[in-house]
């Protein structure tokens, strides 16, 4: 398969920097959350054709063990079990279940739409709240990619 989506899914995120975070919003330069930043980066780059999301409150994951977001994003990505590469999709586990993600640039750099720095911004996995709970153990962490074409 030809990797050169990596470079173009890198590259629309980079497009989306400084977009505020907005609840269940897909706007560049308006606002837009963690899993809808995900959904433009391939929808925008025509990896994928559309990304349907239901409604979703913006605390499910404190309250509720379903794994709602985990869902959207296996619906188009595969699972991997080795280091990321550009363009495939980080994805943590906050309160009861995954539900923040991000797309990575280079691990573990990756670009992410959070709350914390009310926009989309440049983090490094490897430490802060990415890397830690808030007890100090270490957040799970789940890597997807693009299915094989073949």
């Known amino acids: 398969m030809d990797e050169s989506w990596r ?50 409150p913006r605390d499910w994951m404190l309250n509720k063990s379903d794994e709602l977001f985990l869902g959207v994003v296996r619906r188009y990505l595969v699972q991997i079990t080795s280091e990321p590469l550009p363009g495939d999709v980080a994805v943590w586990k906050y309160g009861r279940g995954f539900s923040h993600g ?3 640039a280079g691990w573990p750099t990756v670009i992410h739409a959070t709350l914390s ?3 989309v911004c440049l ?3 490897s430490k802060g709240e990415l890397m830690y709970n808030k007890d100090g153990s270490i957040r799970d962490v789940l890597f997807f990619s693009l299915p094989p074409r073949g």
Not at 12 to 24: C, F, I, K, V
Not at 29 to 43: E, T
């Open 7 to 56: 470079v173009a899914v890198v590259a629309e995120a980079m497009t989306w920097l400084r977009t505020r975070w907005q609840h269940r919003c897909r706007v560049k330069g308006a606002g837009v959350d963690c899993g809808q930043f995900i959904a433009a980066c391939f929808v925008n780059t025509g990896l994928v054709s559309e990304v349907v999301v239901d409604k979703y």
């Open 102 to 104: 991000a797309v990575v």
């Open 117 to 119: 720095a009310r926009q």
């Open 123 to 125: 983090a490094d996995a």
